[in-house]
């Protein structure tokens, strides 16, 4: 992803979320994604997808059963 790209997703999910330590960071040798952390903490990726002229973007972020414990 471009930085451009990279930056609106920041501000979109720091908005959405409300939280000012999440941030979208390039991914290392992919184009067609980003990852997410909170702080330092990696969360998920974003996944661009650009199929027949539209474009999204898809937050996949995967709870692991031992993080939901108390």
Known sequence: ?????????????????EL??????KRPQKDDSAEVYIGEEFIGVIFKDEEDGD????????????DLED
């Open 1 to 17: 992803m471009k930085p451009d790209e990279i930056a609106k997703l920041t501000k979109f999910l720091r908005t959405k979320f």
């Open 20 to 25: 000012a330590a999440i941030s979208v960071r």
């Open 55 to 66: 474009l999204s973007y898809n937050f996949s972020m995967a709870i692991l059963d031992f």
